[in-house]
């Protein structure tokens, strides 16, 4: 009876996300602060740190187009750029965000696909575009009828997806019982980890390498004590001050702005309704799995959680 539950509770979410639109995610009146793509990539984080916001739709006033979006990922490119290439080190603050294009093909990074959609699209359609090119982030890109021109709407995350199913979905979401060792959701081989002491930048290699979002800190012992997440390192290069990086973890994390929502962890045995609770009341960007004693189990990214929400054969 349970997992019939379970699949009406799924199909009851998916039903929800094919009827809301991206329009539909939004409150009535927000703020979208869109970067143009002269500006240089040193102002761009003063910009980011003082409006307290970790992403931007860039804006090609030339051609008068919507231009990718900037996010913590294009800093850590710019980081390992400056990594490969330290003579280039002085051209630094002279980089804008133009430019950030060809600090990620001299770099070899794998380009994140920005794929944008239409606000009135299903929602449904939103989140497996994200999934489908494991984009974190995907701006609403409307098309004026009479000029024919482009406009960024805003930008949908997985967090603010998820928080609209949460909030919108309680009814169903009791309905999900099984807990996160059932549906094996999340990683738990191969985590990659830190601990206090570890360099910035070998971190931030790391994320790049394994194109992820965050790395668990911990003792030697196991103990989870925190997690590096891919926004931290936007304090770390405040100014173009690069040298930084070479401090350790325990030093970035003291940077942390205050207001920045903290690690939220989970059992293996919580139901995943109740991880929808706690999705509901706070700002959660992710869950780390420990077992009693606080030791480090696996994790659960919100991208698990979507996949399982949307992905899941049901029948
Ligand atoms: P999101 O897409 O929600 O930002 P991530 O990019 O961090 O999340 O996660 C992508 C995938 O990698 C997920 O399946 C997640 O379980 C896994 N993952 C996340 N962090 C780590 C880590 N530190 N070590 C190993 N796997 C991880």
Redesign the pocket.
């Known amino acids: 009876v349970a997992d019939k539950d379970e699949a009406q509770g799924l199909k009851n979410i998916r039903d929800f996300l094919k009827v809301r639109t991206g329009y539909d995610v939004f409150p009535l009146s927000f703020r979208l602060i869109v970067l143009d793509t002269d500006l240089l990539i040193n102002k761009s984080l003063n910009i980011m740190i003082q409006n307290s916001i970790v992403s931007a739709p860039l804006w090609d006033s030339h051609t008068s187009r919507f231009a990718g979006l900037l996010t913590a990922t294009d800093y850590m490119n710019v980081i390992q750029y400056y990594c490969q290439f330290p003579e280039e080190m002085s051209k630094l603050d002279q980089f804008r965000l133009s430019s950030l294009r060809d600090i990620e093909k001299a770099i070899g990074a794998v380009p994140i696909e920005t794929i944008s959609v239409n606000p009135l699209l299903p929602l449904y359609e939103a989140c497996k575009g994200m999934l489908k090119t494991?984009a974190?982030r995907i701006p609403l890109v409307d098309k004026d009828d009479e000029t024919g021109r482009e406009w960024v709407v805003s930008v949908i995350t997985?967090y603010r997806i998820l928080k609209f199913i949460a909030v919108n979905n309680e009814h169903n979401t009791v309905l999900l019982k099984r807990t996160v060792r059932e549906l094996n959701l999340?990683?738990y081989t191969?985590?990659?980890?830190a601990q206090m002491t570890s360099p910035v930048l070998d971190v931030i290699q790391m994320m790049v390498h394994?194109?992820?979002?965050?790395?668990?800190i911990i003792d030697k012992d196991n103990r989870l004590l925190n997690v590096f997440e891919a926004v931290d390192i936007i304090p770390c290069i405040k100014g173009g001050v690069y040298e930084e990086l070479a401090g350790s973890v325990g030093d970035a994390l003291l940077r942390r702005p205050e207001d920045s929502p903290g690690i939220y962890t989970c059992s293996e045995h919580d139901r995943l309704g109740a991880i929808f609770d706690t999705v509901r009341k706070s700002r959660v960007h992710?869950l780390v799995v420990v077992d009693d004693e606080n030791k480090l189990k696996g994790?659960?990214?919100?991208?698990?959680i979507l996949a399982y929400v949307l992905l899941s054969p049901v029948d």
């Open positions: 494991r974190r997985q999340g990683t191969n985590v990659a980890t394994r194109n992820i979002s965050c790395v668990p992710r994790i659960v990214s919100l991208s698990d």
